[in-house]
């Protein structure tokens, strides 16, 4: 299938690799570059929580990731955050992802939708674990401050990329057809119901997430456990591969159960593994626990995208990605600035772990009870 994938299609899966790859590498240390700066654990959740607010409302800044490399100021720090596009979850953050899933389905058959999605997923996921591992030996011979200046030049070089794509990868509307009324948010009347649903599901999801994003985890097996940097990279290697594999499975699985099936029910256990984590006696356990974890944890990632682009018209889906996206990253923005008050009392460190599973459990139960009925016309066809 990715052998006949067009050129506009395999020029968003590098620079989906591209931009992942930056996203690992610097959620790894990320925590650890704050803190060495001077500032508490509230202040850096705080800083995080600020990051991901700036990135729902903002579009490629080139030189503001350069400024955590050249500052201590928590000021400078602060606005650099929200005006600049940072991940520190590892993640997807900004305005790339909506418009990438646009152009994807623009640009592939909808029955092929979900299983390249899912090898989209799969190119984030490895991006990312190798972007974790080369943070994790760039800090055995350089330091922290080394992996920020890589993010700033791997955005000069997603700048260039996107500049190659083509017309095509746009919508063109059929003249045809009656277009679909339109409100400011960008979706009709008949979708917007839908779309703002998902959205406050999302939002629910990705709030619950925040409380555990890779930054934050990775500071908390040092707290637990005294792990460094180099290790954590390793670990979060390993962890980002299983994640990533996982999601072909997840192709197959919704071919045959369906999109909101397979988004549940492998999202659920998913999250009481999560509650495990912080349960574990010593060191291995708990980095098996995790690798565990995220061998199921990303099922439902194209499952998701593959589901909200088909439940829209084809005009709609870089609004409804954006809807969804905003939702998503405003819910996990909250987090952060909560979960560096517990990181902060050695006492609470593990809290975030279980706010983060109950909510995501609650989550898959009100996603399931209102949408396992709701099929995209290609399920409900076969």
Same mark, same amino acid.
């Given at each position: 299938?990715?052998?006949?994938?067009?050129?506009?299609?395999?020029?968003?899966?590098?620079?989906?690799?591209?931009?992942?790859?930056?996203?690992?590498?610097?959620?790894?240390?990320?925590?650890?570059?704050?803190?060495?700066?001077?500032?508490?654990?509230?202040?850096?959740?705080?800083?995080?929580?600020?990051?991901?607010?700036?990135?729902?409302?903002?579009?490629?800044?080139?030189?503001?990731?350069?400024?955590?490399?050249?500052?201590?100021?928590?000021?400078?720090?602060?606005?650099?955050?929200?005006?600049?596009?940072?991940?520190?979850?590892?993640?997807?953050?900004?305005?790339?992802?909506?418009?990438?899933?646009?152009?994807?389905?623009?640009?592939?058959?909808?029955?092929?939708?979900?299983?390249?999605?899912?090898?989209?997923?799969? &190119?984030?996921?490895?991006?990312?674990?190798?972007?974790?591992?080369? %943070? *994790?030996?760039?800090? $055995? @011979? #350089? =330091?922290?401050? /080394?992996?920020?200046?890589?993010?700033?030049?791997?955005?000069?070089?997603?700048?260039?990329?996107?500049?190659?794509?083509?017309?095509?990868?746009?919508?063109?509307?059929?003249?045809?057809?009656?277009?679909?009324?339109?409100?400011?948010?960008?979706?009709?009347?008949?979708?917007?119901?839908?779309?703002?649903?998902?959205?406050?599901?999302?939002?629910?999801?990705?709030?619950?997430?925040?409380?555990?994003?890779?930054?934050?985890?990775?500071?908390?097996?040092?707290?637990?456990?005294?792990?460094?940097?180099? &290790?954590?990279?390793?670990?979060?290697?390993?962890?980002?591969?299983? %994640? *990533?594999?996982?999601? $072909? @499975? #997840? =192709?197959?699985? /919704?071919?045959?159960?369906?999109?909101?099936?397979?988004?549940?029910?492998?999202?659920?256990?998913?999250?009481?593994?999560?509650?495990?984590?912080?349960?574990?006696?010593?060191?291995?356990?708990?980095?098996?626990?995790?690798?565990?974890?995220?061998?199921?944890?990303?099922?439902?990632?194209?499952?998701?995208?593959?589901?909200?682009?088909?439940?829209?018209?084809?005009?709609?889906?870089?609004?409804?990605?954006?809807?969804?996206?905003?939702?998503?990253?405003?819910?996990?923005?909250?987090?952060?600035?909560?979960?560096?008050?517990?990181?902060?009392?050695?006492?609470?460190?593990?809290?975030?772990?279980?706010?983060?599973?109950?909510?995501?459990? /609650?989550?898959?139960?009100?996603?399931?009870?209102?949408?396992?009925?709701?099929?995209?016309?290609?399920?409900?066809?076969?």
């Amino acid at each position: 299938m990715l052998h006949g994938l067009a050129r506009d299609g395999a020029l968003l899966f590098v620079t989906r690799f591209t931009r992942l790859f930056s996203y690992g590498a610097l959620s790894v240390v990320l925590v650890f570059y704050l803190t060495s700066l001077g500032l508490s654990e509230s202040q850096t959740g705080l800083l995080l929580t600020l990051t991901l607010l700036g990135d729902t409302a903002v579009s490629l800044v080139l030189m503001t990731p350069i400024v955590p490399a050249i500052t201590r100021n928590f000021l400078f720090l602060v606005i650099a955050g929200t005006i600049g596009v940072i991940s520190p979850s590892g993640n997807e953050v900004g305005p790339f992802l909506p418009i990438e899933q646009a152009a994807l389905s623009q640009v592939v058959p909808a029955g092929s939708r979900t299983e390249v999605f899912a090898w989209y997923t799969l &190119t984030g996921a490895l991006a990312t674990a190798a972007g974790s591992l080369a %943070a *994790g030996l760039v800090t $055995l @011979v #350089a =330091s922290e401050r /080394a992996v920020v200046l890589l993010y700033a030049a791997l955005g000069l070089l997603l700048a260039f990329l996107f500049r190659r794509l083509t017309p095509a990868a746009e919508v063109h509307p059929d003249a045809s057809a009656s277009p679909a009324p339109r409100t400011r948010i960008g979706v009709g009347s008949s979708s917007r119901a839908i779309v703002l649903r998902l959205s406050a599901l999302f939002a629910l999801d990705a709030f619950g997430g925040g409380f555990v994003i890779q930054s934050l985890a990775a500071y908390w097996f040092y707290l637990r456990f005294g792990v460094k940097p180099a &290790t954590l990279g390793g670990i979060f290697f390993g962890a980002n591969v299983f %994640a *990533g594999f996982s999601a $072909l @499975v #997840a =192709s197959r699985l /919704a071919a045959r159960f369906g999109l909101v099936r397979t988004m549940v029910f492998t999202h659920l256990p998913s999250n009481i593994l999560l509650m495990l984590v912080p349960l574990m006696p010593n060191l291995t356990l708990a980095t098996l626990v995790l690798l565990v974890r995220f061998s199921i944890s990303q099922m439902d990632v194209p499952t998701r995208q593959s589901y909200t682009m088909a439940i829209v018209r084809p005009e709609e889906r870089s609004a409804a990605a954006g809807i969804t996206g905003v939702a998503r990253t405003t819910g996990a923005a909250i987090a952060p600035v909560l979960a560096g008050l517990l990181f902060a009392r050695p006492s609470l460190i593990n809290v975030p772990f279980f706010i983060a599973g109950t909510l995501k459990i /609650a989550y898959d139960l009100l996603l399931y009870r209102a949408f396992v009925r709701m099929e995209p016309s290609e399920e409900a066809m076969r």
